[in-house]
């Protein structure tokens, strides 16, 4: 099992829209979770961080179940501008490890 | 503030060649990273370093050194480029430490090695 697993998309969806990506992890030690957004031929950007009893950012709500292993990512009322990759990051002692990525695609 | 920098953003290379990256950060963060993106790979990390003076081997560390002599800069070097060294590579800080998560990357350096 590789350590972060992400389905890679594309997601198309129309504006408006709510959507739901999946990231599964493999090392249970594992403590501390985030959610990356990348543009297209851009750097990534820290977009929330995951927490056990779940969070929210606006639009955006972030959920973690530690006994299977996974993080959700939940974009309600999706913009055009959401279209872009999202990275599922976890972290290990000293460094984080990134998933590939899901991809966003909002239409009009 | 600049945040992080990468120097050069664009660079192409003859297989043999060598080349330094330069990464800066002015804020003042002790954990610094290289990684690399590839199509269908995501990131993998190449070196870090946890402070000035100090680095340690990534997960793809093989025909890349670094140096971390100042605090604020990272240096990513490759000795005799490959093509398979054909890559986006990006440079990131972070107060790991205080494990908030948040990596600061820089917009990265595009290298093609024919």
């Known amino acids: 099992r590789k350590e972060v697993e992400q389905d890679p998309g594309p997601f198309n969806v129309p504006e408006g829209a709510t959507v739901a990506f999946n990231c599964t992890y493999s090392n249970s030690a594992s403590q501390s979770f985030f959610w990356y957004r990348q543009d297209c031929r851009k750097e990534p950007k820290l977009l929330m961080s995951?927490?056990?009893s779940g969070n929210e950012d606006g639009r955006f709500t972030a959920q973690l179940n530690r006994a299977s292993q996974y993080i959700s990512l939940l974009i309600r009322d999706s913009k055009l501008s959401d279209s872009a990759t999202y990275l599922c990051v976890v972290s290990g002692y000293s460094t984080l490890t990134f998933g590939k990525g899901t991809m966003l695609l909002v239409s009009p | 503030n600049a945040g992080v920098t990468q120097t050069p953003k664009f660079r192409v290379l003859k297989t043999g060649q060598s080349m330094t990256l330069l990464c800066a950060q002015d804020?003042?963060?002790?954990?610094m990273y290289w990684y690399r993106q590839d199509p269908g790979m995501g990131l993998r990390l190449i070196h870090y370093s946890v402070g000035e003076g100090t680095t340690a081997k990534g997960e793809v560390p093989d025909g890349y050194n670094v140096s971390r002599l100042k605090k604020q800069n990272f240096l990513l070097g490759l000795e005799s480029a490959a093509p398979s060294q054909t890559s986006v590579y990006f440079c990131?800080?972070?107060?790991?430490?205080?494990?908030?998560?948040?990596?600061?990357f820089g917009e990265g350096s595009r290298l093609t090695v024919l």
């Open positions: 995951v927490y056990s």
């Open positions: 804020m003042n963060h002790e954990y």
């Open positions: 990131a800080s972070s107060w790991f430490r205080r494990n908030t998560g948040e990596l600061f």
